[in-house]
């Protein structure tokens, strides 16, 4: 059974930076689309970034230029470096870990196609 567990989130300044954490076990290869979701209070969850277990990676419009996914197979762990943070970021993140597939680098996430689930960190910017 996979775990997902998140850290890094917090209150940031609006041009600031935070990285988030998502270590993950359970597993006994990884074979996962990692992604990282996020929810704002009243809106519906979004796909924020992907990666596979080759690197590859897709990013939302909104975040790309400003965020980075990176994978550490070493630590079991993926990061979300994320820069120039304005109000529009603030909302939960969530750390997601569904089957491999090429729709993962495509961009092509969606909260439905991810079993696996960690229980958020929050990111506030003002």
């Known amino acids: 059974h996979v775990q997902l567990v998140e850290s890094g989130g917090g209150s940031v300044q609006a041009g600031g930076s935070l990285r988030l954490s998502c270590a993950a076990s359970g597993y006994t290869r990884w074979t996962y689309c990692m992604a990282w979701f996020r929810q704002a209070p009243g809106k519906e969850r979004e796909g924020v970034a992907a990666?596979?277990?080759?690197?590859?990676?897709s990013y939302a419009d909104s975040v790309k230029g400003r965020f980075t996914f990176a994978l550490d197979l070493r630590k079991d762990t993926v990061y979300l470096e994320m820069n120039n943070l304005t109000a529009d970021d603030t909302a939960m993140y969530y750390c997601a870990a569904g089957p491999a597939g090429q729709y993962c680098y495509r961009g092509d996430i969606r909260p439905s196609g991810f079993g696996h689930w960690g229980q958020g960190t929050q990111v506030t910017v003002s």
């Open positions: 990666i596979d277990n080759e690197g590859l990676t």
